[in-house]
């Protein structure tokens, strides 16, 4: 089915292909590249325990607000709020998700990037025979500091995501995901026994699953909170976004508990692939950070038999991932423009495309390709707003305006419009008026002292 047959806007075919769609938003980088480095950075396994606690208590909370918004404006994130509450500064919200939206798109595509050098270096043979921790390290230093290549790399990626959602998402998003993501995750499954089964696997093992409570600090707390917003795609408006295609009959409460339950299986999996691996190859503490994840996978793939049919298909997966990922980050921008600014789709996808392509630049240059923001360390800082500042307070004014101004009765009015049996209903009420809103403007407060 095209995305004109379907009306103007038009509507997710069905339940399970929001399921997926959203899904394919979720899980990407955020799982397998983000999720280990923050594991890592912030004391292992105490983190893990931190942010599984943050995806139930709040990142279910604000997925579940966001869908509500979406499905009952059944508008991008600007108008949803011009819609519910018009003529007020609410709008701005959905302004800072579009910004972030644009922002995201711009440095995850460099990363994106990398699957696509890798990819190309695995079919090469690169990490076939002998591959150790060191010279994965190397061939990493090497790639990341080469301009050129990381460049044409994140100009590809940001190329194919221009054409896919200048076609319109919602027709060619669901076939793709539907055949492609349970790969991606059967091949996790596979590598995470093959990963368990390493000699030397349980040091790993325990720096993920034993936690330290002497390494609890406000900066797990804020990186972890962080973290489920990012890889969840919450706070910017995107939820909302997709949530605009949903029909009125969909069930949002499971929809939204599969999208939240399979993203961080899918990131708690990589984590049972990557440290178990680093241990094995002697470099547990000491890889951390941007490059963890393009050091641990090429290891673990050379110890399978078969593994450079496996690494290719896994770098292959990777990148099908992280562009579902990219193409909604592009479509919360497109959808405001179409919407609001009557902007044809196609000049808005590229011209979107574009500017994420020059702001993207520094964040290209950032891993050793150029002095000056390398040193800056620029990748990084962008990642650290993108990721714990503006989708946190994009959140806490989510829950503000459906806690507060329009109210929680029209919320859960249109929850019941295909759930009428809200058994949650109390606890999403008090999570989403006190201890979301709460835990979230602690965060932010004492920001600088966590960092
Ligand atoms: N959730 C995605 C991932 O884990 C990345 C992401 C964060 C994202 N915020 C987003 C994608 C906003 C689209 C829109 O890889």
Same mark, same amino acid.
């Given at each position: 089915?095209?995305?004109?047959?379907?009306?103007?806007?038009?509507?997710?075919g069905?339940?399970?292909?929001?399921i997926f769609?959203?899904?394919?938003?979720a899980?990407?980088?955020?799982?397998?590249?983000?999720f280990?480095?923050?594991?890592?950075?912030?004391?292992?396994?105490?983190?893990?325990?931190i942010?599984?606690?943050?995806?139930?208590?709040?990142?279910?909370?604000?997925?579940?607000?966001?869908?509500?918004?979406?499905r009952?404006?059944?508008?991008?994130?600007?108008?949803?709020?011009?819609?519910?509450?018009?003529?007020?500064?609410?709008?701005?919200?959905?302004y800072?998700?579009?910004?972030?939206?644009?922002?995201?798109?711009?440095?995850?595509s460099?990363?994106?990037?990398?699957?696509?050098?890798?990819?190309?270096?695995?079919?090469?043979g690169?990490?076939?025979?002998?591959?150790?921790?060191?010279?994965t390290?190397?061939v990493?230093?090497?790639?990341?500091?080469?301009?050129?290549?990381?460049?044409?790399?994140?100009?590809?990626?940001?190329?194919?995501t221009?054409?896919?959602?200048?076609?319109?998402?919602?027709?060619?998003?669901?076939?793709?995901?539907?055949?492609?993501?349970? +790969?991606?995750?059967? $091949?996790?499954? =596979?590598? /995470?026994?093959?990963?368990?089964?390493?000699p030397? !696997?349980g040091? *790993? @093992?325990?720096?993920?699953?034993?936690?330290?409570?002497?390494?609890?600090?406000?900066?797990v707390?804020?990186?972890?909170?962080?973290?489920?917003?990012?890889?969840?795609?919450?706070?910017?408006?995107?939820?909302?976004?997709?949530?605009?295609?949903i029909?009125?009959?969909?069930?949002?409460?499971?929809?939204?508990?599969?999208?939240? +339950?399979?993203?961080? $299986?899918?990131? =708690?999996? /990589?984590?049972?692939?990557?440290?178990?691996?680093l !241990?094995?190859? *002697? @470099?547990?503490?000491?890889?951390?950070?941007?490059?963890?994840?393009?050091?641990?996978?090429?290891?673990?793939?050379s110890?399978?038999?078969g593994?450079?049919?496996?690494?290719?298909?896994?770098f292959a997966?990777?990148?099908?991932?992280a562009?579902?990922?990219?193409?909604?980050?592009?479509?919360?921008a497109?959808?405001f423009?179409?919407?609001?600014r009557?902007?044809?789709?196609?000049? /808005?996808?590229?011209?979107?495309?574009?500017?994420?392509?020059?702001?993207g @630049?520094?964040?290209?240059?950032?891993?050793?390709?150029?002095?000056?923001?390398?040193?800056?360390?620029f990748?990084s800082?962008?990642?650290?707003?993108?990721?714990?500042?503006?989708?946190?307070?994009?959140?806490?004014?989510?829950?503000?305006?459906?806690?507060?101004?329009?109210?929680?009765?029209?919320?859960?009015?249109?929850?019941?419009?295909g759930?009428?049996?809200?058994?949650?209903?109390?606890?999403?009420?008090?999570?989403?008026?006190?201890?979301?809103?709460?835990?979230?403007?602690?965060?932010?407060?004492?920001?600088?002292?966590?960092t």
């Amino acid at each position: 089915m095209n995305d004109q047959d379907l009306g103007k806007r038009g509507l997710w075919g069905s339940k399970v292909a929001f399921i997926f769609a959203a899904t394919g938003s979720a899980i990407g980088l955020g799982n397998i590249w983000r999720f280990p480095a923050k594991v890592s950075e912030s004391g292992g396994a105490i983190f893990v325990l931190i942010y599984i606690i943050a995806v139930i208590l709040i990142g279910f909370t604000v997925m579940l607000a966001e869908l509500v918004i979406g499905r009952h404006s059944q508008k991008n994130p600007v108008g949803a709020f011009k819609h519910i509450k018009p003529k007020t500064s609410w709008k701005f919200v959905g302004y800072l998700g579009v910004l972030t939206g644009v922002l995201i798109l711009s440095y995850y595509s460099v990363i994106a990037g990398w699957a696509i050098g890798y990819l190309l270096k695995t079919i090469r043979g690169t990490f076939r025979g002998g591959v150790t921790g060191e010279f994965t390290q190397q061939v990493f230093k090497e790639f990341s500091s080469d301009p050129l290549q990381v460049f044409l790399c994140f100009l590809v990626v940001i190329g194919i995501t221009c054409i896919i959602v200048s076609k319109g998402i919602k027709s060619g998003i669901e076939r793709w995901t539907k055949i492609l993501m349970p +790969f991606l995750f059967l $091949l996790i499954v =596979f590598l /995470a026994v093959r990963a368990l089964t390493l000699p030397g !696997a349980g040091e *790993g @093992i325990s720096f993920y699953l034993k936690p330290d409570f002497s390494k609890l600090s406000g900066s797990v707390v804020l990186l972890a909170l962080g973290q489920a917003f990012f890889s969840l795609s919450l706070g910017m408006g995107m939820m909302i976004t997709y949530g605009s295609y949903i029909s009125k009959s969909d069930n949002l409460v499971s929809s939204a508990g599969w999208v939240c +339950f399979s993203d961080s $299986l899918v990131a =708690f999996m /990589a984590g049972l692939i990557i440290f178990p691996t680093l !241990a094995f190859a *002697g @470099i547990l503490g000491k890889a951390s950070g941007e490059s963890l994840a393009f050091e641990a996978f090429p290891l673990i793939i050379s110890t399978i038999a078969g593994g450079y049919f496996f690494g290719i298909f896994f770098f292959a997966l990777l990148l099908v991932a992280a562009i579902t990922s990219t193409i909604s980050a592009l479509e919360v921008a497109v959808a405001f423009l179409v919407d609001e600014r009557n902007w044809p789709r196609v000049k /808005a996808a590229w011209l979107v495309g574009l500017c994420a392509l020059v702001i993207g @630049i520094p964040s290209a240059l950032s891993t050793g390709g150029m002095q000056f923001f390398t040193k800056i360390r620029f990748l990084s800082k962008i990642d650290f707003v993108c990721a714990n500042i503006s989708p946190a307070v994009g959140a806490f004014f989510i829950c503000i305006f459906i806690g507060y101004v329009w109210g929680v009765k029209n919320a859960i009015k249109e929850i019941h419009s295909g759930n009428p049996r809200f058994k949650l209903q109390p606890v999403w009420i008090f999570s989403l008026k006190f201890l979301s809103p709460i835990v979230i403007i602690f965060i932010l407060y004492f920001i600088k002292t966590f960092t």
